[in-house]
């Protein structure tokens, strides 16, 4: 945008007050602070993590292919290439997958991640093996089904299991449904070390979960939350383990085929040291058993409708003097479990910042081109001084700081205009559409009180995409803070911005994207006059579209004297006469400092003939004046946040909150 005014602030108030004085600002006004906003979200409570827990998350621990690029297969030749591959890759399964021939072996290398899409991800009449040698492997939220050979009931003639491991370490299973398999659900075997198994589901099977087959006493493994119903055997063996901690696990619905010996749920044998917790056994024969040359340890368990072997002996180990770990009562078991083990819609993929990626821009660059389903990328607390650029290949991503304040995680660079133009300057540009962020502060932090330049409009944030959502964010910066735009004039994107903040002194809100502001704060910034500091809004909206930019169950905040603030005025990018800026401002408080006149004309263009009006503001700011167009009520009843968002394809970002 073209520069109109070369005065500047005298002083950039210090941001953690500003912040202070914003939260209070916002639960004052019942605006949502971040807890309440999450509280109306009604987001489901997860039970997972994405990081790998138990002994499998000691020793280095196993992050699987973080780091390395994210790749979406839907059919068995890309699967077997990605995960044989040398390199690390996260590996999203989508939709099911048929192995050929029937039976046969998907290898899986060493720092692999393979991971359902959703919760339907699978692979069918197929096993995925890892080889000796083999170390940091994920697999989550798959459903690995049906090699079972017909008649074959004791899996005697087929080697068809759902995951087979020899002599491999740093490997996670979580979140999985193995059903209906040739011989073993899942054969971990030969000295594999730091090992979890986690939240799986493991149904209709003669023998499950078999641990072990070596002399040597090496193998730690961590099982905790599994189902295992509708079946015979190896719920599961351990022989000869070093440590074997299993809880909160649920057996039921136990195979009743009338075996005296080969039908039970926990059995330690050998040498392993097994310590059970609060598990629940619901009509299980021998739910839990012991070799005498073994130790198993038993607490909190609760047996329902079980017969046989609750052998408990010896002293065995602490498991927290290797992990932390959080126990479920194990009257909860049942409910827990069969509600959140296996596959789950929720589970996609997290990319972390700096764990598994260094930067931002970084783990965008992971991202599949044309990628179909959410992938969030999730920045730890910090502040990171560098530019990101989200390009129209790469949509639905989810950028979210993981602090406890939108403050704790900061993308922030300090480019002015002067260097690359308004575009260049910007911070964070988002080009893809359906990106959302929250829990972020987006910033400029180029001081324009400190230098002079022909150029001093400095973007924290420029989005062109459409459905773009910002949900607890932050945007810093002076001139030109944020620009909501589009990729032509005639092309209409939609952004919504809610319980959020954002400040600047000249334009800080401009573009041609149609754009909704609910529910947040505006910070018009003083630069030291007494008549005129800037202004909020500078919308250039095609004049084919009715709907701009909407200011609404907001407050604007501002220590810039009386009378010296405007409301916006009409951006004519090149003097393009088909931009007509159309501003909405209702139902928000306004101070002082806005004027009374709060409309003004840019560049020649009269702000008379653009669409601004307000509706039922209030505060000091809003007192009625003949320069100071308002809707009618019935006119209200059109301008909703419904009616901006809602498009050709109805789209409503709000709903839910």
Do not use: C
């Amino acid at each position: 945008m073209t520069q109109h005014l070369h005065s500047k602030r005298l002083q950039r108030p210090g941001y953690g007050t500003v912040l202070a004085a914003v939260l209070g600002l916002v639960a004052a006004l019942s605006l949502g602070a971040i807890g309440q906003a999450k509280a109306a979200e009604k987001t489901p409570v997860d039970r997972w993590s994405d990081r790998a827990h138990g002994f499998a998350s000691l020793a280095g621990g196993t992050t699987g292919g973080a780091g390395g690029k994210v790749v979406t297969v839907s059919d068995q030749a890309a699967l077997a290439t990605y995960a044989a591959a040398e390199e690390p890759y996260v590996i999203r399964v989508s939709g099911a997958i048929a192995v050929e021939p029937f039976g046969s072996d998907i290898v899986v290398a060493s720092n692999k991640t393979i991971i359902g899409v959703g919760d339907t991800g699978e692979i069918v009449h197929g096993e995925l093996h890892l080889n000796p040698g083999t170390h940091n492997v994920i697999i989550r939220n798959l459903t690995i089904r049906d090699s079972y050979v017909e008649g074959d009931w004791d899996g005697k003639t087929t080697d068809f299991d759902a995951i087979q491991m020899d002599t491999v370490d740093h490997v996670w299973i979580d979140h999985n449904r193995f059903t209906h398999m040739g011989d073993g659900l899942l054969d971990i075997r030969k000295d594999s070390r730091y090992i979890t198994v986690s939240y799986n589901q493991f149904t209709n099977h003669n023998k499950a979960f078999g641990i072990g087959w070596t002399t040597n006493v090496l193998t730690e493994m961590t099982i905790d939350h599994n189902w295992f119903r509708g079946t015979k055997q190896r719920n599961p063996s351990a022989d000869n383990l070093a440590y074997a901690h299993l809880y909160d696990n649920y057996l039921s619905s136990q195979v009743a085929d009338g075996d005296p010996v080969w039908t039970y749920g926990n059995w330690a044998r050998g040498q392993t040291k097994m310590v059970i917790e609060n598990s629940y056994y619901d009509g299980v024969q021998h739910p839990y058993q012991a070799d005498a040359t073994a130790e198993l340890v038993q607490r909190g368990s609760i047996l329902k409708n079980t017969t046989g072997r609750t052998d408990a002996w010896g002293t065995a180990f602490d498991p927290r003097s290797f992990y932390d770990y959080r126990l479920d009562p194990a009257a909860a078991v049942p409910s827990l479990v069969s509600g959140f083990s296996g596959p789950q819609k929720r589970i996609g993929v997290t990319l972390h910042v700096p764990a598994d990626y260094p930067t931002v821009q970084a783990a965008v660059d992971a991202v599949p081109d044309g990628n179909a389903v959410p992938v969030t990328i999730a920045v730890a607390p910090g502040t990171y001084r560098a530019k990101v650029f989200i390009p129209a290949t790469k949509p639905r991503i989810v950028l979210q700081g993981t602090g406890h304040d939108r403050s704790d995680t900061v993308i922030v660079y300090d480019t002015p205009a002067e260097y690359g133009g308004s575009t260049g300057s910007a911070t964070v540009r988002i080009a893809a559409n359906d990106f959302t962020a929250r829990h972020l502060t987006f910033s400029n932090d180029f001081d324009e009180a400190a230098v002079e330049l022909k150029g001093e409009q400095a973007l924290a944030m420029k989005t062109t995409g459409d459905r773009i959502v910002f949900e607890d964010t932050a945007f810093l910066g002076n001139q030109d803070t944020l620009m909501t735009d589009s990729p032509k004039l005639d092309v209409i994107s939609r952004v919504y911005i809610r319980d959020s903040y954002i400040e600047g002194d000249v334009d800080f809100v401009y573009g041609r994207a149609t754009t909704v502001i609910e529910r947040s704060v505006i910070r018009a910034l003083s630069r030291g006059s007494d008549t005129n500091n800037g202004y909020i809004t500078a919308a250039s909206t095609w004049t084919g579209n009715p709907y701009g930019f909407l200011i609404t169950r907001s407050k604007v905040v501002s220590d810039a004297p009386d009378q010296s603030f405007h409301l916006g005025r009409p951006w004519h990018p090149g003097g393009e006469p088909a931009a007509v800026a159309q501003v909405l401002i209702r139902d928000t408080e306004l101070p002082a400092a806005v004027k009374s006149a709060p409309w003004t004309d840019m560049s020649g263009f009269s702000w008379k003939d653009a669409r601004f009006a307000e509706y039922r503001n209030s505060g000091p700011g809003a007192a009625p004046s003949a320069d100071r167009p308002q809707l009618g009520a019935a006119d209200a009843r059109t301008y909703t946040v419904a009616n901006y968002l809602k498009g050709t394809d109805g789209w409503a970002p709000y709903a839910g909150h």
